[in-house]
């Protein structure tokens, strides 16, 4: 028996066969475009139904009957929202959550809820780039859609139709819609009204985990599956990667490091910071909670110092750039060199826990002895200092972190491992599959189904990992002495910043 779990992305859909024995079989990948107008960030909804056709026939050539999958869930990018007429048709581009158009609409909204209500129900800090300040501007700007709009969907929305005809979107991706209440699990009618719409014009709620359905005759057909798949509602790509990771209990943080790094904290109750704003959110487990916030561009630093300042080899008779291990292994004979170095990764502003969008990144302590490699070990430890910012923040809440799930790029480099556990002081699980979102998803799929009784289990199944225990020793003591003065630092940063 096989399971789908699908993870549709800002940039691509990635889909991955999966049996009962949590061996992945195959997976596929296809990549769509961004759409930029001048100062807009859209997408052409139809690529996501697209490349979930494509994906899941190519994954489904390894397999001899079409009958062995059991069941499929999604992963999906949250915050994206397109309108559609009544034959789910999108009357427009879907517009995506990079798009900061409703900035302007973030104080209509304040006027009319107050930010710190919207927060305290959405679980979200009220922002342009989410959906609410997008009703209110399509209502200013592109009044005849808005009115014509059957219904306003975000991506697990509208491919759930898609699959089974029902308009469904699960609480983790609901929640960042900004209209939807946390605590009760359903549309808040406050918000609705400021922003101008009625439940009839949004996807039913329901948990991620729960069965939606099968597979309609039209979606069966087009996925080259059979109408006995169960398709069961997913979740927003942060919880799906967490659910994947088996981060579903009280001090599991998940550490995903892509383009941004996100740290999601994991609760027994809800954790509001009307202070500092982190994200709250539930938990695809049942009595769980999310806490996220994210350093934006934390995972391009590394790539832009090495574009823009890297060396250059020749190797096999081509000029090419040190590669990121070639990096690493350099940068780890360093620290000798680079103890009064600091990076700090601000790079288009500063966000949780000190949100100062007039912050630039910054070097402070070059001297004439350093060289590329000493920068290159400086910005891996001022994004792990950032990282243990936000950490200490919800210590401070409550959340005390008592270990680390790391995905992503810096996964793959035992140097910036080693960096974040010394600078942490947790112990780390490292992952050797990197589409964890996918396995997050399939897990729901196979617990739906009844493949697997819990989702311990079903990750716990799927997953094969490298564990390093807590540090100990004079590194550990090296980086915390070195914290300390990057946040001395950085409080003389910020006063730079505010003159």
Not at 2 to 11: F, P, Q
Not at 255 to 267: H, K, Q, R, V, Y
Not at 447 to 462: R, Y
Request: aromatic share 10%.
């Amino acid at each position: 028996m096989y399971v789908l779990g699908i993870d549709i992305g800002t940039t691509g859909t990635k889909s991955m066969l999966i049996s009962e024995h949590g061996k992945v079989l195959t997976s596929a990948y296809k990549e769509y475009s961004l759409i930029t107008p001048t100062g807009f960030v859209e997408q052409d909804v139809r690529d996501w139904w697209e490349t979930v056709v494509s994906t899941v026939r190519e994954c489904m050539k390894s397999l001899p009957s079409k009958d062995e999958v059991r069941a499929l869930s999604m992963s999906t990018q949250g915050g994206s929202m397109v309108m559609v007429d009544e034959n789910c048709e999108p009357l427009d581009n879907a517009i995506t959550w990079m798009d900061t158009r409703g900035a302007k609409q973030e104080e209509e909204l304040d006027r009319a809820v107050g930010a710190e209500k919207i927060y305290l129900t959405s679980g979200w800090r009220l922002s342009g780039t989410l959906m609410a300040t997008k009703f209110v501007w399509l209502r200013e700007h592109k009044p005849e859609l808005f009115a014509k709009a059957h219904k306003f969907l975000t991506t697990v929305d509208y491919v759930n139709y898609k699959l089974t005809g029902r308009y469904v979107i699960d609480h983790t991706n609901a929640g960042i819609t900004q209209i939807f209440d946390m605590n009760t699990g359903a549309w808040d009618p406050a918000l609705l009204e400021a922003c101008g719409i009625s439940e009839a014009v949004l996807p039913e709620v329901v948990p991620s985990g729960e069965v939606i359905g099968n597979l309609c005759a039209q979606a069966a057909e087009e996925l080259g599956l059979s109408t006995d798949v169960v398709v069961v509602s997913g979740a927003h790509d942060q919880y799906a990667a967490a659910t994947g990771a088996g981060a579903l209990n009280p001090g599991d943080v998940l550490l995903s490091t892509g383009t941004a790094w996100a740290p999601l904290g994991i609760s027994a109750e809800p954790m509001f910071d009307t202070k500092n704003f982190m994200g709250v959110g539930r938990h695809v487990k049942e009595g769980r909670y999310g806490v996220l916030s994210t350093v934006s561009t934390a995972g391009v630093c590394l790539e832009w110092l090495r574009k823009n300042f890297g060396r250059q080899k020749i190797a096999e008779g081509t000029l090419r750039l040190d590669s990121f291990a070639e990096i690493d292994m350099e940068a780890s004979k360093r620290r000798g060199n680079t103890e009064g170095l600091f990076f700090y990764p601000q790079f288009g502003g500063s966000g949780y826990p000190r949100w100062n969008g007039a912050a630039d990144a910054s070097f402070i302590g070059l001297t004439l002895g350093h060289d590329f490699y000493d920068l290159a070990l400086a910005v891996m430890e001022g994004v792990a200092f950032e990282m243990k910012q936000i950490l200490d923040g919800y210590a401070s809440n409550g959340l005390e972190a008592k270990s680390l799930r790391l995905v992503g790029g810096a996964s793959k480099s035992p140097l910036w491992t080693e960096i974040i556990s010394n600078v942490t002081g947790l112990p780390i699980t490292r992952f050797k599959e990197p589409n964890i979102a996918c396995i997050g998803a399939a897990a729901l799929a196979g617990k739906g189904c009844g493949m697997f009784q819990t989702l311990e289990e079903a990750s716990a199944g799927m997953c094969d990992t490298t564990q390093y225990p807590a540090p100990e020793g004079a590194l550990r003591d090296y980086y915390r002495a070195k914290n300390e003065q990057y946040l001395k630092k950085l409080e003389f940063i910020e006063k730079v910043y505010q003159i």
